[in-house]
């Protein structure tokens, strides 16, 4: 049978078709002026979840970004300290090394002992070093100087803490090395206390003593041992340093490709939207004209 | 066989032609009038009369004016009306309800915020701005949460008005549809069919149907039952009764049944189709699912950190307080996440530190907090707090996507359907105007047979003179 066609199914059809050409056409714009293939959860639930949670991750690969640029430079600024300190040591030993000759007169070491006790006061400077108001080897306690001196001794006030920071979701890197480890040796198999080195080196000068238990030639092997001991610990700044470097390298790669996958999941193709666009338009401007033509005729026409 | 006979076939041609156009008339002026159907005279010819041995035409007999329509056809709609309301009042509230989530920003956004200024107050746990900022990120947090959930029980507030708005409807349809049941079956025992009575009442029957979901059922006499799930609606002049006066729990509207016979009960939990089934089912439980499950992420997040806090040390030294004020139950936590007043009050009183002794430099509870990030914890099934939210946005999204599918499917089987009846039943006004033109050409030939008849008397007449 065929079937019947009024004026009403051709209303109807005109109304659907307009309606539909001008859904799709509603839906591309909104493709081509947000520039993305999902703007509302039901346009794709899967990827719309999944640009979320890549979202989440970007946020926390910006995070970890600001936490190794952190590291980097407390890293940094250790490590020009620790070069400092190195110095200090070995211009230290040349200074026992001058004086174990016995060509020294007692006067000449004790005008030497005064610039020992110069490079004690330079190095614990160092040590009490403080950036942006944390004292950088005092561990947690960071607040107040960690090394003071008081009758004949350097002693320490700060903690063992170590401050760790995330560089990713399952490792971090220690900003700090606490100061009693790295300046009296503690903690270490065979450490030595820089400030009871240089203690003990002004005193063996101010006591005229070259090679008693306590004497300047024993000094001298102290002071290899923590010029070694210092060296020891820009090497482990120069290890976290590394670290860093390469997980903020990672991190950027990561951020790319996260934001590429994130484009590819979420974003629309330009061209496809663009191509669609114009094909709707015509679709619809087609949808028009074809309308107001089938609307127009009926028997009432041509009955006169 | 005499003349009166001749003239009596005239008479009655010129009545069913008459007829005919008239009808016509009728279809024309109702081509736009939705809900009808066109009319159709049955024209039937007259018993003969059986004279001097021959059968003899008696001319032509309007039997009855009938309406066109598809039996079948126009079932279909109605049960299609039915899956249509609840299809696109599922779709329309599920559309809004994905509009809590937007695709940047929001509760994830704000919890990853939170995450971040956690992660700065680890690199620098005695910073005075860095312990501001983390309680701005938490309140933040807690303000986005509560957003979220005010927008979705406002929307849960506008469908029961929905539902307020489409039980009025309900009873002054079914009031209607009985009024017209009385009246079809009336005209009916007293013969011809109540064409344009049938075409409102199946109107009528459509938006009833895709208001409830009811089943419609035609008697012998003409009248309909309708009913749903067991729950009479209309049966013959009688007919029941809806409210929504009642509030449950939630302060939403329960809804009542009144009997024709005036008995009422509760009936919620009885309509599951229809426009109303499908908003009690958006209002009762796709949106009151969501609300609980953002509840009972508000309420795992709050015990979480503040067990975690609870256990480090401010910067006085003292243990940790509460991070974020505490919630008792899950209802209604996603509205109440607030920081602590005491910290709020006193940045100092964050528990960065994990010894009273290792201050102010001590970072491990903050780190351990931004642990938490990546904690999956028991009561959300094993998923961390993001992986949980995110789950809810995609099952949000799902949904919404399933429900438009399915109302565009429902969309366009009811439009399918409508075309169908409009083949069957619709006026086409080519048509009608060619019957128009049809029947009067008839006319003027009848009445040509009139004169025609009225001569032949003339002539018997002259002759007798």
């Keep these: 049978m065929t079937m019947r066609v009024t004026q009403q199914t051709i209303a109807t059809q005109v109304n ?14 909104e493709a081509v002026t947000t520039g993305y293939r999902i703007n ?38 250790a490590d020009s300290v620790l070069d400092g300190v190195v110095d200090r040591l070995v211009r230290a030993k040349e200074l026992a090394l001058a004086m174990a000759n016995d060509s020294n007169s007692p006067d000449q070491r004790l005008q030497t002992s005064k610039e020992v006790r110069e490079l004690l006061n330079q190095v614990l400077n160092f040590a ?134 994130r484009s590819q999941i979420q974003d629309a193709d330009a061209l496809a939207v663009y191509s669609d666009f114009a094909r709707y338009q015509q679709a619809f401007q087609a949808a028009l004209q074809s309308a107001s033509q089938m609307l127009q005729p009926s028997l009432l026409n041509f009955l006169k | 066989m005499g003349i009166l006979s001749t003239l009596s076939i005239g008479a009655q041609a010129l009545k069913a032609q008459q007829l005919g156009i008239q009808t016509a008339g009728h279809n024309l002026a109702n081509v736009a009038t939705p809900g009808f159907s066109r009319q159709r005279v049955d024209l039937v010819t007259a018993y003969p009369s059986f004279e001097g041995g021959v059968f003899v035409g008696a001319g032509v007999d309007a039997a009855s004016i009938q309406r066109v329509v598809d039996a079948f056809t126009e079932a279909e709609l109605i049960g299609l009306h039915g899956q249509v309301g609840y299809s696109e009042a599922e779709s329309r509230a599920l559309s809004s309800l994905q509009e809590v989530f937007p ?117 012998a006499n003409g009248q309909v039952t309708v009913a749903v799930d067991g729950l009479l609606l209309v049966g013959g ?27 009422t009960f509760d009936a919620s939990t009885l309509f599951a189709a229809g426009e109303i089934g499908s908003l009690l089912n958006a209002r009762d439980k796709l949106f009151q699912d ?15 950190f503040n067990t975690q806090h609870a256990l480090g040390f401010d910067l006085n030294g003292n243990a940790g307080g509460n991070l974020f004020a505490p919630i008792a139950g899950a209802t209604g936590a996603a509205a109440a996440v607030r920081v602590d007043a005491a910290l709020a009050a006193d940045p100092r009183l964050l528990a960065a530190a994990q010894s009273a002794t290792t201050l102010p430099g001590d970072n491990r509870n903050a780190l351990a907090l931004v642990g ?83 001569e032949m008397y003339q002539t018997l007449i002259d002759m007798a003179r």
């Design chain 1, 16 to 29: 659907e078709g307009l309606q539909r050409a001008y859904q799709k056409l509603a839906r591309t714009q």
């Design chain 1, 40 to 77: 509302h959860l039901s346009d794709d639930p899967i990827g719309a979840a999944r640009v979320l949670g890549l979202r989440g991750f970007e946020q926390s690969l910006i995070q970890y970004e600001k936490n190794l640029s952190t590291a980097l430079s407390a890293v940094e600024s």
């Design chain 1, 128 to 261: 009490n070093t403080s950036v942006e108001n944390r004292f950088i080897f005092a561990g947690f306690i960071n607040e107040t100087p960690p090394f003071s001196e008081a009758g004949g001794a350097v002693s320490y006030a700060g903690d063992s803490g170590e401050i760790f920071v995330q560089t990713s979701s399952i490792s971090s890197i220690a900003l700090n090395v606490p100061g009693d480890r790295l300046f009296q040796g503690a903690g270490l198999a065979a450490g030595v206390d820089i400030f009871d080195v240089y203690l003990d080196l002004e005193a063996a000068l101010q006591n005229n003593d070259v090679s008693g238990v306590d004497g300047i030639r024993t000094q001298i092997g102290r002071i290899d041992v923590a010029i070694d001991q210092v060296l020891s610990f820009r090497a482990e700044f120069g290890a976290r340093y590394d670290h860093a470097r390469v997980a903020q390298e990672a991190i950027s790669v990561m951020k790319i490709q996260n934001n590429e996958r």
């Design chain 2, 103 to 219: 695709l940047s920003g929001g509760v994830n956004g704000a919890l990853s915020e939170f995450f971040g200024a956690l992660s700065d107050l680890a690199s620098n746990p005695a910073g005075s701005v860095e312990r501001v900022s983390v309680i701005a990120k938490a309140r933040a947090l807690g303000e986005t949460l509560a957003l979220a959930r005010q927008s979705l029980t406002s929307m849960q507030f506008n469908l029961d008005k929905d539902l307020a708005s489409a039980v009025a409807r309900v009873n002054v349809l079914t009031e209607q549809v009985a009024r017209l049941n009385e009246q079809i079956a009336f005209i009916e025992v007293h013969g011809g069919p109540a064409n344009d009575f049938r075409d409102q009442r199946q109107t009528l029957l459509q938006e009833l149907t895709s208001l409830t979901g009811a089943t419609v059922r035609e008697d």
């Design chain 2, 237 to 263: 002049a009688r007919f029941a009764s809806l409210s929504a006066d009642g509030l449950n729990v939630n302060g939403l509207h329960s809804l009542t049944y009144r009997s024709p016979d005036g008995t």
């Design chain 2, 290 to 304: 969501v609300i609980d499950r953002l509840d009972l992420f508000a309420q795992t997040l709050v015990g979480q």
């Design chain 2, 372 to 454: 938490l990030s990546s904690t999956t914890i028991p009561a959300l099934g094993g998923l961390t707090l993001e992986d949980h939210f995110l789950a809810l946005i995609g099952d949000v999204g799902s949904q919404v996507q399933s429900a438009q599918s399915r109302a565009d499917f429902q969309r366009a089987l009811l439009t399918q359907t409508q075309a169908r009846r409009e083949s069957v039943s619709g006026v086409s006004i080519d048509e009608e105007m060619t019957k128009l033109i049809q029947f009067q050409r008839a006319f003027e030939a009848s009445s040509l047979l009139v004169r025609t008849a009225d």
